[in-house]
């Protein structure tokens, strides 16, 4: 019996230590996957910026040659002019071969540089960023007397709990539909990394950015430093701190159905993150849920660091869109 159980007990091991290797292959197997991705990614870039460059790097070589070029034939003509016939300089002939071939280049590189430009609008999983940027929208005013928060629903302290509470209430018997269900994903999305917080107010949802700014600070994000308030004074852009206090005396919200003041607003608040030092490549813009706003957003984006992104209402996913200017005749819409 002890013979069997020892039995049974090696067969047990070997099975134990199977098992830890296998998992251990599997996590190895995983992060290369990772890091696999991630490398993809970092090419494909590398390879678009090389895409772009290579036309000029073309034209500095063709530039080059040409100089060269020019010598040799200047030497060539100056021993003809009196009168000797002089020897072949291989390196003369060299310079001429190496301007034929950059001209030669150059020409192929002419969609680059005459075909009309078109914007290049591409999907992509965003990272995490540290600064923030999403245009609010509007509850009805019967939530203002429940702090904004729609009947049923109780807000805890864990952003994460809550959203999983609020798509539970969704799928209920009893459908619960809140406009800031989106705006919290999309905070949700960057909270572990997030340092700044800006909220793009309309003329309505001004008057309920305290309501919000309360149901953000109930959540203690790890990186959190400031929420500013993109608004207008006597119509001009401004951004006020309403971080730890609410400071939105004496301003008006945006017309979300005006370009204008859409887009004047979000270069003002590139400018004012510019001197503040916050870098455009940790800049998201969201434009959930509204129509002029996603324009204005898309815009912000065209060639710069900055990304923009939406929440789907379907997946309930996060999205990053990325546009720039790239040549008509790759992919470009």
Known sequence: MSVLGGRIFQIAHKHRIFLHYTICDFRILHTSFKRGVLLSKKTKRFSAKCRVLLPW?????????????????????????????GSISFINV??????????????????????????????????????????????????????????????????????DTIKAMKDGSSPVRW?????????????????????????????????????????????????????????????????????????????????????????????????KGYSESETMIDFTGQKPTSVVAATMTFNREIKAQYVSTISLKVLSYDVFYTSQTEFGL
Not at 58 to 72: E, K, N, R, Y
Not at 121 to 132: A, F, R, V
Not at 235 to 241: G, I, S, T, W, Y
């Open 57 to 85: 790097f073309i034209v500095s070589m063709t530039v080059l040659g040409s100089h060269f070029a020019a010598d040799a034939f200047l030497e060539t003509f100056e021993l003809w002019s009196h009168g000797k016939i």
């Open 94 to 163: 060299g310079y001429v071969i190496f301007f034929a071939g950059m001209v030669y280049l150059l020409y192929r590189q002419k969609d680059n540089f005459f075909h009309p430009r078109s914007r290049h609008l591409s999907n992509e999983s965003p990272e995490e960023k540290e600064h923030l940027a999403l245009f609010l929208s509007t509850i009805p005013p019967i939530l203002e007397s429940s702090h904004g928060i729609p009947n049923g629903l109780r807000l805890s302290h864990d952003i994460h709990k809550d959203l």
């Open 179 to 275: 406009a800031w269900e989106m705006p919290l994903r999309s905070v949700q999305h960057h909270c572990n990394k997030l340092k700044t917080l800006t909220l793009v107010c309309s003329k309505e949802s001004i008057l309920q950015v305290h309501l919000f700014l309360a149901i953000c600070k109930r959540y203690q994000f790890p990186n959190l430093q400031n929420i500013y308030l993109l608004a207008r004074r006597d119509k001009r852009p401004e951004l006020v701190e309403m971080w730890p206090i609410n400071n939105n005396v004496g301003l008006n919200g945006f017309d979300f159905e005006s370009f204008d003041e859409l887009s004047n607003g979000m270069w003002y608040l590139i400018r004012a993150f510019r001197r």
